[in-house]
């Protein structure tokens, strides 16, 4: 298939190592200059300590939180998208790491689906989702192939915004509404107050999967937590989700501006910390043993997946189409 002259012409891989693949991205100065490389610096060592320090908390914490885990890999794959990045540069080769860093972003979403539950599909989809990226990744000539790699990533960013939210608004409810049912597992509720797709049940949603089936409510129930550790710890991984895509949008959107690619870089080191320190407090509430210290998830429909679908779609193309234009 042969590529159009009216398409940038690809750079050659660069900072820190230069290698002989082709970037996703034209020849830009700004890109090898030091305020790009001091934030990419500042991203690698955040994400990287990020990373560790997750893996520590989740290994020491009683609680098995199917949230805090994914989370967890989440991150994980993040840095290995940015070691990736060290080595290749943003380009086919990159995306072989890179995408790992999608496909976390793709099982946070599939826990929404399914309430906080790991269930058994849910491995063999992530892997055939990453080899059908990756395949196309391969298949695509450019810049068809970077297209595909934004178009994908960026619908996740869109609707990790509105789940995030969702969630922050269902937990909230719980813990501020009079009835606090003793066994949540069973319950599904449609008619409740409004979320920004889907609703929060009047009573409490869906606990955390990971919780044992009909576990009485303890008695320190009536001892208060911290804020911390209550509701209003979900705004960090709202904030965390909010700063990617605020990073991540721009500089899709006006490629050739310097403040925008460096702004993209340091959002990284913001809103990775955001998550980890979220898993910090989630793993403290729920060894509180009370019945705040759960997570609810907030219900949806399958209606409420298909339009939460469509409207990161339409963001995401709106996006595509103001980079194709400044391209």
């Known amino acids: 298939m042969a590529v159009s002259n009216t398409f940038p012409k690809q ?24 305020p790009a490389i001091v934030s990419f610096i500042w991203q690698f060592i955040v994400c990287a300590l990020c990373t560790v320090a997750a893996i520590v908390l989740i290994y020491n914490s009683r609680g098995k939180s199917n949230l805090n885990a994914t989370l967890a890999f989440y991150i994980f794959g993040t840095c290995g998208a940015i ?30 689906v399914t309430g906080g539950k790991l269930k058994n599909w849910i491995l063999p989809f992530t892997l055939f989702y990453y080899s059908i990226v990756i395949a196309l990744i391969i298949v695509f000539p450019w ?32 813990q501020t509404t009079q009835y606090l ?43 208060s937590l911290d804020e911390a550790t209550s509701w209003t710890r ?39 910390p955001l998550y980890t320190y979220f898993i910090y407090l989630n793993i403290k509430a729920e060894d509180s043993k009370s019945l705040k210290g759960r997570v609810v998830w907030p219900e949806y429909t399958k209606f409420d997946h298909v339009k939460i ?15 194709a234009v400044n391209a």
Do not use: C
């Open 143 to 174: 810049p068809f192939d970077a297209v595909w790699f934004k178009i994908q990533g960026l619908i996740s960013d869109f609707a990790l915004i509105i789940h995030f939210y969702n969630l922050l608004i269902a937990n909230k409810h719980s």
């Open 83 to 112: 070691a990736s990045f060290i080595f290749f540069d943003s380009g086919k080769s990159f995306s072989i790491l890179g995408v790992l860093h999608n496909t976390g972003e793709v099982v946070l979403l599939l826990l929404f």
């Open 234 to 272: 979900f705004y960090f991984p709202l904030a965390a989700a909010f700063i990617h895509a605020f990073g991540n949008t721009p500089t899709t959107m006006f490629g050739k501006s310097a403040f925008w690619y460096d702004l993209f870089l340091f959002s990284y080191g913001v809103a990775y």
């Open 11 to 34: 750079a050659p891989g660069r900072f820190p190592f230069e290698n002989p693949f082709p970037a996703w991205h034209p020849l830009a100065d700004f890109m090898t200059a030091e």
């Open 181 to 223: 049912p003793v066994n949540t597992n069973s319950t599904n509720h449609t008619n409740g107050i409004s979320t920004l797709i889907g609703n929060v049940s009047s009573a409490i949603g869906r606990r955390d999967s990971s919780e044992e089936e009909n576990e009485t409510v303890p008695e320190e129930i009536g001892v």
């Open 309 to 323: 679908f469509v409207v990161s779609l339409i963001l995401d193309l709106i996006v595509m189409a103001f980079a």
